[in-house]
DNA sequence: GTCTATACAACGATAGAC
DNA sequence: GTCTATCGTTGTATAGAC
């Protein structure tokens, strides 16, 4: 262990070990949306979930439609950039496919917006309705993008490649679902994984 | 056309031309339910879309959870027994997917549970759940019956029927958003079905 | 920046007239 | 059976103290 003496001299900067309120606040609600969707999800239950208050959110956040916003987008943008990266990695698709929903599987979060926006139209405006089917468009172009690659190689058939992405990512839905069917667990997510993306790959028909 | 004095002497019979009340509620519950999921609907939308006043919908329906759970078994129920109806028919197996897909995309309701249920766990008794879970799974297994028969012949590749009967749900609630996405119609309805048989049937792998 | 307190609307549910 | 009227609660949002 250091000794004292070896210490900078001088009052330690700042190392902010507590999350910034607005983001504690922001994992929160998309915590609370991903699980029950927007309206079954009130403001005094993403400020318990936060530690703070419900004015405090609505200090940050100045409506519950652009918590949700803000929230929601936040993790559409995560999720594209680590489907990104594992997509990108070397290796067959299938195997990085594998891969990415394994990675997915393991966290409850849904990246349908169709479940995501069940219940919530009336409420938002149609701008906030549109920003938000751009960001799912983003995801569903990173991976329609890399299964038109390998088309275009001639290592995948021929079909609409954003049809295609959808289709993955509905299956993933389906294998959530399936997950807590099954009770959980890495065995159960590597074989749920192994499933989808043999079904994705192959169909249901026999060789 | 037939002369009076042909006529049965007295008074006709009440034809019940008007839907009976109660009926007419289910029907009302059940699209609100399906558009927006349980949380974002309210008793007075129900009540206005079936053209009575609240007071009346909660004299056939005791609350609000048990409309819902009442609504979309009904809905589960008669979409199981259509569902049955097609699968039974004649032909090879993929013609009838085709057909019960063209059908399924052409009605808006969704028959995925994981759709429906989101926002309304908190609010219903787990023996309610329990219940529309149930219906959910002999949904499931109308189609996964189907699909091990044609295994048990060796028309299919063997694997775990029910998984592969939800996955074709799952495609089917995907399908149904790349309509509306394509903007409805027939031409497109039957297109999105093809493509999603196809890709069901015969998986990404090239040929 | 965060709190307490509260205004105001919407909603689930009920009472009682007809 | 269906209505109007209303109760109690919850939920969004804001005001003002600290």
């Not at 990415?100 to 409850?108: E, Q, S």
């Not at 069917?181 to 043999?198: H, K, P």
Request: a neutral charge; glycine letters at 6%; hydrophobic letters at 40%.
């Amino acid at each position: 262990m250091r000794k004292a003496r070896n210490r900078r001299p001088g009052r330690p900067p700042q190392v902010e070990v507590d999350e910034p309120t607005a983001e504690k606040i922001l994992r929160a609600a998309a915590d609370c949306f991903m699980e029950e969707g927007f309206a079954a999800v009130s403001m005094d239950e993403v400020a318990d979930r936060a530690g703070v208050t419900k004015a405090v959110v609505y200090y940050y956040f100045g409506s519950k439609t652009e918590l949700f916003q803000r929230a929601m987008m936040e993790v559409m943008r995560a999720s594209r950039e680590r489907t990104q990266a594992i997509l990108r990695e070397g290796g067959p698709l299938s195997e990085r496919l594998r891969k990415l929903t394994r990675t997915r599987l393991a966290i409850p979060a849904t990246l349908d917006m169709n479940h995501i926006l069940r219940g919530s139209q009336r409420a938002l405006r149609k701008e906030q309705l549109e920003e938000m089917h751009q960001a799912e468009e983003r995801l569903v172009e990173v991976i329609a993008q890399e299964l038109a690659e390998e088309m275009a190689r001639g290592r995948l058939r021929q079909i609409d490649a954003m049809f295609a992405a959808r289709s993955y990512l509905a299956l993933l839905g389906m294998g959530q679902a399936e997950i807590r069917r099954r009770g959980g667990g890495q065995a159960v997510i590597d074989e749920v994984a192994e499933e989808l993306v043999d079904l994705l790959w192959r169909g249901i028909e026999p060789t």
